[in-house]
């Protein structure tokens, strides 16, 4: 199993930047694929970004291609999604996930395994 907590929302001005973190405690945390997700209020959880076991991998939804990044350091169990150029629209619960599956993109809820609790980003115009 593996536990994930996240961290770095806040409150950031349309054009702004934010870095989230999710940390990772358990076992093997570099065997894991992670993604992210974000959930508006009213709304379906949808993917932001998905990074490889190994981090060679990476996969962006369309909407926050060329303006977000999603990174991982193997060594210190964590990954980053460091977001530029932020608009209103990518308000939301951002959550970590990690599941062990290989060779795809992997971009619905039910395909990943542990969760963590979220972090709220909120973006003003």
């Known amino acids: 199993q593996v536990q994930l907590v996240e961290s770095g929302g806040g409150l950031a001005q349309a054009g702004g930047s934010l870095r989230l973190s999710c940390a990772a405690s358990g076992r093997a945390f570099s065997t894991y694929a992670m993604g992210w997700f974000r959930q508006a209020p009213g709304k379906e959880r949808d993917f932001v970004a998905r990074i490889s076991s190994s981090g060679g991998t990476l996969y962006y939804a369309d909407s926050v291609k060329g303006r977000f990044t999603i990174s991982r350091d193997n060594a210190k169990n964590t990954v980053s999604l460091q977001m530029n150029s932020l608009k209103p629209e990518d308000t939301g619960l951002y959550y970590c996930?990690?599941?062990?599956?290989?060779?795809?993109?992997?971009?619905?809820?039910?395909?990943?395994?542990?969760w963590g609790q979220g972090t709220q980003v909120t973006v003003s115009s």
């Open positions: 996930a990690a599941d062990k599956k290989y060779g795809g993109i992997y971009n619905r809820v039910s395909e990943y395994d542990y």
